[in-house]
Each structure stands twice: as structure tokens, then as C-alpha cells.
Nanobody, 116 residues
Framework: QVQLVESGGGLVQAGGSLRLACAASGNIFSPNIMGWYRQAPGKQRELVAVVSSGGTTNMKDSVKVRFTITRENTMNTVYLQMNSLKPEDTAVYFC??????????WGQGTQVTVSS
């Protein structure tokens, strides 16, 4: 069983920065993909950024120049550095962990609120 623990998030003014972290523990299967999705009120959950255990990333176009995703494989932790935040980045951010053997786990979510 894999557990995900998220940290970070909060309230920030437009143009500010936040850093999210997600640590996976338990029976970690590799290769795997970890990353972040977000869901704003009234909208569907969408991919923000994910990174494979091999280092391949996939990011939403609108965040590519502002967000950076990194991971520490030895600690099974993924980080999302969010710079130049905009009000439209306001959402609940969910950590995700998935593998080719069928794992597809979600964190509890952390609120990111960007005020204008």
C-alpha cells in the first residue's frame, strides 16, 4: 500500500510563489509517475505537471514557464515550485501517484489561493 502526504499550498498574492511537496511511502513500485493535478470550483480536474521516475516531465502549457516540477527518487518525493502565480491558478491541488501495474492514488488535496 502506498500513502501520499502533501504539504505546501496557502494564500498568496498575484505574482507570488508557493512550493508544494508530495511524499510517497510504502510499497513503491518503479517505474512510476508522480505529479500534480488541480481542480477549480465548477471545473474538471486537470493535469498541472507530472514527472516519471526516469525524469520525463509533462506539463500544462499555461504553467510551463512559471512552474517547475522536480523529484527526489531516493525519497519518493515530488516538488512543484510555482512562481508568478495568477488568480486563475487558484484551485485545490492534488498529488497523484501511478504505475503500470495499476496503482492510481490521490492525495487529500491542498488549497492554493491567489488573490488579485
Amino acid at each position: 500500500q502506498v500513502q501520499l502526504v502533501e504539504s505546501g499550498g496557502g494564500l498568496v498574492q498575484a505574482g507570488g510563489s508557493l512550493r508544494l511537496a508530495c511524499a510517497a511511502s510504502g510499497n513503491i513500485f518503479s517505474p512510476n509517475i508522480m505529479g500534480w493535478y488541480r481542480q477549480a470550483p465548477g471545473k474538471q480536474r486537470e493535469l498541472v505537471a507530472v514527472v516519471s521516475s526516469g525524469g520525463t516531465t509533462n506539463m500544462k502549457d499555461s504553467v510551463k514557464v512559471r512552474f517547475t516540477i522536480t523529484r527526489e527518487n531516493t525519497m519518493n518525493t515530488v516538488y512543484l515550485q510555482m512562481n508568478s502565480l495568477k488568480p486563475e491558478d487558484t484551485a485545490v491541488y492534488f498529488c497523484n501517484f501511478r504505475t503500470i501495474i495499476g496503482d492510481n492514488l490521490w492525495g487529500q488535496g491542498t488549497q492554493v489561493t491567489v488573490s488579485s
